[in-house]
């Protein structure tokens, strides 16, 4: 096949007109800032201890212990918002379960002492052991959220820098701006689904966006990657149509990718709530939405809002030439 052949070469497949969804994918991103409102309105933010400050109580046992009679424990002994998760040391091996009181007084000592008190009278047989306290301060988990912020705020900088870069040839910072527009998009979404289920936003949840950023702005990247070698490919073809074409090809790897990843937090899921690891369900549940956001904004958002900033630039340009 000769060169020009090869660049007037259209895919035998069937391409799907994803440039038309613009107003599915606006109803989409309007949908997941209410569920995110909602979800604020009707649970509330419950920050956890890392960023609230509070007390760590840490106990060792032996045998089996239930983590929800642990917390019937609990609600009978305090009044503060409390958490309870199971774990185990890393240095003996001996198991443990961990109170968490998210309050700006803490837990004082006569408090812990008869909470010690009453789990020891509750699990008499499991050798209960106080191991560890810990205040956390306020103003340390402020300082972590800032730095979470600013670390956020900075790769999306340097993800329109190098996008820009990359796909200079295909209007590269408008590329770059869509995709932190996807990102964006999916991190409500993640953060919608933590709000509506009552999860607490805890270091679980800053490990569920940074996964969601690195996902999501690679499978833009793959498809960015697929428009700009049709560019090459064919060089006459208008953007929508190198948008829709390249968008197609990409269309089931992104499936199933997507379908790969999102059953793996799937079986997680299923095992945690088994095994009683809800702490876990703060991080899979939320990934799982953001996951599956991921997908579709890589295919519908980045590139369609792409599709839609282009065509509102080549308008401006065409009016200013009037004008002239």
């Known amino acids: 096949m000769s ?17 038309a969804k613009k107003k599915m994918i606006l109803t989409i ?13 009707i649970r509330g933010v419950n920050f956890a201890i890392e ?61 812990q002492a008869a909470l010690t008190n009453a789990l020891k009278t509750k699990f008499a047989s499991n050798d209960i052991k106080d191991a560890e306290s810990t205040d956390v301060a306020a103003s340390t988990g402020r300082e972590f959220f800032i730095k979470c912020l600013v670390a956020m705020l900075f790769a999306a900088i340097l993800i329109i820098i190098y996008i820009a870069v990359r796909f200079r040839k295909i209007g590269g910072w408008s590329a770059g701006l869509c995709s932190i527009f996807a990102l964006v998009h999916d991190i409500v979404i993640a953060l919608a689904t933590t709000f509506l289920f009552g999860f607490e936003f805890n270091s679980n949840t800053v490990a569920v966006i940074l996964t ?32 829709n074409i390249g968008c197609t090809q990409s269309l089931t790897r992104s499936i199933r990718t997507s379908i790969t990843t ?34 579709y904004s890589s295919l519908f958002v980045a590139p369609v809002t792409w599709s839609w900033w282009c065509a509102k630039s080549a308008k401006k340009k065409a009016d200013a030439k009037k004008k002239k």
């Open 212 to 243: 969601i950023l690195g996902y999501s702005i690679n499978n833009t990247i793959v498809i960015y990657d697929r428009i700009r070698e049709n560019r090459t490919l064919m060089p006459k073809a208008s953007q929508n149509e190198l948008i």
């Open 29 to 41: 991103a309007i949908a997941a800032i209410v569920a995110l409102l909602a979800g604020i309105i």
């Open 262 to 295: 999102v059953f793996t937090m799937l079986v997680i899921t299923v095992v945690a709530l088994v095994q009683g690891y809800t702490s876990l369900l703060t991080f899979s549940v939320p990934l799982m939405a953001g996951l599956i956001s991921g997908t």
């Open 3 to 19: 060169k020009k052949n090869t660049q007037n070469t259209t895919p035998a497949v069937k391409v799907y007109n994803f440039c």
């Open 51 to 111: 960023f609230k400050g509070g007390t760590l109580l840490t106990y060792s046992y032996t045998g089996d212990v239930s983590i929800k009679d642990v917390e019937d424990v609990v609600k009978g002994q305090v009044n503060d918002k409390f958490t309870v998760r199971s774990g185990e040391d890393v240095n003996t091996g001996d198991k443990q379960f961990i109170v968490s009181f998210t309050s700006n007084d803490g837990f004082n000592v006569d408090k």
